[in-house]
């Protein structure tokens, strides 16, 4: 008895309604189609909530590919700007490091030159010297 649901609706309807059916009344028609449309829209819905799940599914992969795609791009714009960013200040460090060397070289030269300067004077001064000691010392043997 616990098998069939007519028996528990017919019971069911006897104690609430003091009303007595049998399987072969009109209503339980009425029953036997609420019952079939029910199934019918369950199953229906379990359909729908299945597309529904595989449209949501396509939906989320499809951004995530797309938000992988744009955090791509975004990285390598980055890089690209570190990059140019990198290689310009490379750049102008290698200026100044270039320019400071010249200066230094510059300097280093200048005070190089100035010396050689000096000591030539100094060697043409000892020249002159040497050569007026030497004319007065010939001059003194001569003169005696």
Do not use: C
Request: net charge negative; proline share 1%.
């Amino acid at each position: 008895m616990g098998d069939d649901p007519t028996d528990e609706l017919l019971q069911e309807i006897a104690s609430k309604h003091g009303v007595a059916l049998n399987r072969q009344d009109p209503i339980l028609i009425v029953q036997t189609m609420h019952a079939r449309l029910l199934a019918e829209s369950r199953s229906a819905q379990q359909a729908m909530l299945e597309d529904y799940h595989k449209t949501l599914e396509a939906l989320l992969e499809r951004w995530g590919a797309e938000t992988k795609a744009k955090a791509e791009r975004i990285v390598t714009a980055s890089l690209t700007a570190t990059t140019e960013t990198m290689k310009a200040q490379m750049a102008t460090a290698t200026t100044d490091v270039v320019s400071t060397i010249r200066n230094e070289v510059t300097g280093v030269l200048e005070q190089t030159e100035m010396r050689i300067r000096a000591a030539q004077t100094i060697g043409h001064l000892n020249l002159l010297a040497a050569l007026l000691l030497a004319a007065v010392i010939i001059y003194w043997i001569l003169r005696f």
